[in-house]
Every structure is written in structure tokens, then in C-alpha cells.
């Protein structure tokens, strides 16, 4: 069983404003994942970390960025909000070595106005 | 072509009906394979993986791994209407990027 949290869960937002969606896991976990679903369609990833000061960018190209300064944590920005963001937020962990699980947290659902 | 997929569905079976689902992939480096549930509105949940070929069971799941078609099946025995969901199929590899791949997924509608 993961423990991977995140917040806000829902976030209705105007145009302009800079945003941080939080991700937390509290499994020691070294990998973690930012993806982003639209409602019916695929995930698509669009950043990970190996580690501590790790960062890549995924398939998907994204206008947010993300940093990695501690294991458990592992937040993305967005610093100026559009329509085109309107989207779900999933954060995953998994552990470095082992066979790559991957569990999810319950996600964030941004709206931008 | 995509490098995992799945056939969008919906897969519709009549309760208590054995639900097949199938995910071929293309990376032949391929070690790890996962299967999702993601109901509408949630994030996906990890129910099963496989890493050797031959099958896997847990409860009413079965997974089914054969690498040499590359190709990964989920059979759901006793089919419920909870079971109705997406199922997502993940592929990974132990080398360069060292993160799932997922399918686009299969809607599966279990009628009471």
C-alpha cells in the first residue's frame, strides 16, 4: 500500500496566476512522476525524478517545471496558468531499485478560468 | 505504431462472464509488466504484475505474459459490475529512461 498524497485536490484558477500542485510520499521512494490525463484519455508523462536534484522532462511537452529537493517531495509549478492547462494531475513513486511499480496519488483536477 | 497497446473498448461481458483483455507491446527489452484499474474520475491502481512468461493469479485475476509474441493479457474471472473500469497496461524497461510505458487502456462495462 503507497502512502503518495496531493494537494490542492481541485483547483479552479484564472488565467495569469502562477500555481504549485504539492506531491508527497512518505515511502522513502527514490523515482517519482508527474503525468498529466485528460477525462478518457491516456497518460501522458510529462516530468520525473531518479532522486535528489534529478529532473527530466517526459513525452509531453509541459510549460511546468518541477524540482526535487527532497526525497519525499516533488512539486510543479506552472507560473502562468492557461485554458490549455485544464487537465488531471497524477504524482506516482516508485522505488529505485526494485521492479518499477508505480502507485499513484489521488490527483489533482485543475481548472483554469 | 505505439509502443504499448491496448484496444480501446468498451469490452462489455455479462456478469459473472470471464473478461479478456490484451496489451502487445513493441520494446523486446521489456522486464516488467503491470496491469491498472482506473475508475472514471480516480487515479489507476496497481492490481497485478508479471515479470516471467506463463501465468500469474491472484484471486480472480490472471495474468498471462508470453515475450516471445510480446504480448500481456489480464483475464478477470466472475465478472462484476464493480469491475468496471479502465484497465491500463504498463510495460518497463531496465535501461535508458527507467519508467513505465502505459497503454491508452480498456474500458471494460460488466452488465448485471
Known amino acids: 500500500e503507497a502512502d503518495i498524497y496531493q494537494t490542492p485536490r481541485y483547483l479552479v484558477i484564472g488565467t495569469g496566476k502562477k500555481i504549485t500542485l504539492e506531491c508527497s510520499q512518505t515511502?522513502?521512494?527514490?523515482?517519482m512522476y508527474w503525468y498529466q490525463q485528460d477525462p478518457g484519455m491516456e497518460l501522458h508523462l510529462i516530468h520525473y525524478?531518479?532522486?535528489?536534484?534529478?529532473?527530466e522532462k517526459g513525452d509531453l511537452s509541459s510549460e511546468s517545471t518541477v524540482s526535487r529537493i527532497r526525497t519525499e517531495h516533488f512539486p510543479l509549478t506552472l507560473e502562468s496558468a492557461r485554458p490549455s492547462h485544464t487537465s488531471q494531475y497524477l504524482c506516482?513513486?516508485?522505488?529505485?531499485?526494485?521492479?518499477?511499480?508505480?502507485?499513484f496519488g489521488p490527483g489533482t483536477r485543475l481548472t483554469v478560468t | 505504431q505505439k509502443e504499448v497497446e491496448q484496444n480501446s473498448g468498451p469490452l462489455s461481458v455479462p456478469e459473472g462472464a470471464i473478461a479478456s483483455l490484451n496489451c502487445t507491446y513493441s520494446?523486446?527489452?521489456?522486464?516488467?509488466f503491470f496491469w491498472y484499474r482506473q475508475y472514471s474520475g480516480k487515479s489507476p491502481e496497481l492490481i497485478m504484475s508479471?515479470?516471467?512468461?506463463g501465468d500469474k493469479e491472484d484471486g480472480r485475476f490472471t495474468a498471462q505474459l508470453n515475450k516471445a509474441s510480446q504480448y500481456v493479457s489480464l483475464l478477470i474471472r466472475d465478472s462484476q459490475p464493480s469491475d468496471s473500469a479502465t484497465y491500463l497496461c504498463?510495460?518497463?524497461?531496465?535501461?535508458?529512461?527507467?519508467?513505465?510505458?502505459f497503454g491508452s487502456g480498456t474500458r471494460l462495462q460488466v452488465q448485471p
Open positions: 506516482a513513486s516508485s522505488e529505485q531499485e526494485s521492479s518499477y511499480e508505480q502507485y
Open positions: 515511502m522513502g521512494h527514490d523515482k
Open positions: 525524478s531518479y532522486g535528489v536534484n534529478s529532473t
Open positions: 520494446d523486446r527489452g521489456s522486464q516488467s
Open positions: 508479471i515479470y516471467s512468461n
Open positions: 504498463a510495460v518497463g524497461t531496465h535501461t535508458g529512461r527507467r519508467a513505465l510505458t
